[in-house]
DNA sequence: ATGCCGGATAATATCCGA
């Protein structure tokens, strides 16, 4: 199975290099985030002639999460019990079985600054994304949450640490929020970077941070050791953010032998 | 060269992003 998650910065904004995208790597199960797309505008005939169904979560102007797949698409659950909101829910959350793989499609709330209400909902919506994963877990299916989780587990995820002393994604308690997720059993899938030491997933659009490889590692596959047992390999596609029209994150793609059961599986 | 911000809308300015 071919399981890959990427914040587009707006579906409708991505869509010919999306379409492209998918039609070069063929995941079987693609995560998005930050579709930015109005409820019901979602391009789902376009990603349909390539074989992908979608469940989406929208919210219109920000945020926005979807769940492609081309190996079965059930069991869709649109935020989760218990989640926070900024006051009300936000389209920050969306998960489904895909083949016998729970996967959740998550972006996390920014944080903006550590003195900003948005911390706190940040906080607040990791310790309440761990107890609706505790009971997921409890089921025993296997488990992948991926997306843009705005956080760097690690100083060496980011190009300078130095420069993030005071700001938000670094910070004990997002570090922490992590650990407390990992605690449930749920392991980091590393991937490898196509270039360079840094696995980064994400660089700024502005002042040729790409160019320079200063990067973060915020987009992350948290999964349970069912689903790591079977990785085999895993990459960020930094040639997704070259060219013309790029989202300022990469894909990151994961290979497992994880069995596909026959059936609703198109060619 | 990968090449120096871009997406959204209540739009010709402002908010948001990390």
């Known amino acids: 199975m071919r399981l ?88 920050r959350a969306i998960s489904a079985t895909c083949a016998g793989l729970r996967v959740w499609s998550v972006y996390v709330p920014n944080g903006r600054s550590l003195d900003s209400p948005h911390y706190e909902y940040k906080l607040a919506w990791l310790a309440a994304l761990r107890e609706a994963l ?19 587990p690690t100083d060496a995820d980011v190009w300078d640490p130095t420069l993030f002393i005071g700001s938000t994604h670094v910070t004990e308690l997002e570090r922490q929020a992590l650990a407390d997720l990992r ?43 069912s689903f790591t047992d079977a990785v085999q390999s895993a990459y960020v596609d930094r040639e997704a953010r070259k060219g013309k029209g790029p989202s300022d994150h990469a894909p990151i793609v994961v290979d497992a032998e994880l069995a596909v059961p026959v059936g609703p599986r198109e060619a």
């Open 4 to 91: 890959a998650t990427w914040n587009v910065n707006s579906v409708k904004a991505r869509l010919p290099r999306l379409l492209d995208w998918l039609a070069a790597t063929r995941p079987d199960v693609l995560c998005l985030q930050e579709t930015k797309c109005p409820d019901g505008a979602f391009p789902v005939a376009e990603v349909g002639e390539l074989g992908y169904s979608v469940a989406s979560h929208s919210d219109g102007r920000w945020n926005g999460v979807a769940v492609l797949s081309r190996i079965g698409l059930t069991d869709v659950m649109v935020g989760f019990p218990g989640e926070p909101g900024f006051p009300e829910p936000e389209a």
């Open 183 to 225: 605690a449930l059993g749920l392991l980091d899938v590393i991937p490898r970077p196509m270039k360079g030491p840094h696995p980064f997933t994400y660089w700024d659009y502005r002042a040729g941070m790409f160019h320079q490889n200063k990067g973060m590692r915020i987009d992350l596959v948290y999964a349970s050791s």
């Open 134 to 152: 505790r009971d997921q877990l409890r089921s025993g299916m296997p488990l992948a949450v991926c997306g843009d989780f705005n956080v760097a």
